[in-house]
Nanobody
Framework: QVQLVQSGGGLVHPGGSLRLSCAAS????????MAWYRQAPGQPRQVVATATLSSSEVYLDSVKGRFTISRDNDKNTMYLQMNNLKVEDTAVYHC???????????????WGQGTQVTVSS
């Protein structure tokens, strides 16, 4: 079983910055891709950024150049640095991790508890 605990988020003015963290703990053999999702009220969930096991990064077009995803494999932790935040970035942000609980076992998805990011003047 994998537990994901998120931290960070909050209220910031447009143009401001926030950093989200997502720490994985529990019993698992390997962590695979790690990603941040967001969902605004009345909107579909979006994949904001993905950090693959091979250290490549994929971003939603609207956040390219403003957000940076990173992962610390020694700490089993993922981060999302969000700069130049815009009102339209307001949403609940969830981390998602694909993990293998045992050698040769299936890759399963796990979710963080979610954290509110509000960008408002």
């Amino acid at each position: 079983q994998v537990q994901l605990v998120q931290s960070g988020g909050g209220l910031v003015h447009p143009g401001g910055s926030l950093r989200l963290s997502c720490a994985a703990s529990g019993s698992f053999f390997s962590l695979g891709n790690m990603a941040w999702y967001r969902q605004a009220p009345g909107q579909p969930r979006q994949v904001v950024a993905t950090a693959t096991l091979s250290s490549s990064e994929v971003y939603l077009d609207s956040v390219k150049g403003r957000f940076t995803i990173s992962r610390d494999n020694d700490k089993n932790t993922m981060y999302l640095q969000m700069n130049n935040l815009k009102v339209e970035d307001t949403a609940v942000y969830h981390c998602n991790v694909v993990a293998q609980e045992r050698v040769g076992g299936p890759w399963l998805h796990y979710w963080g508890q979610g954290t509110q990011v509000t960008v408002s003047s």
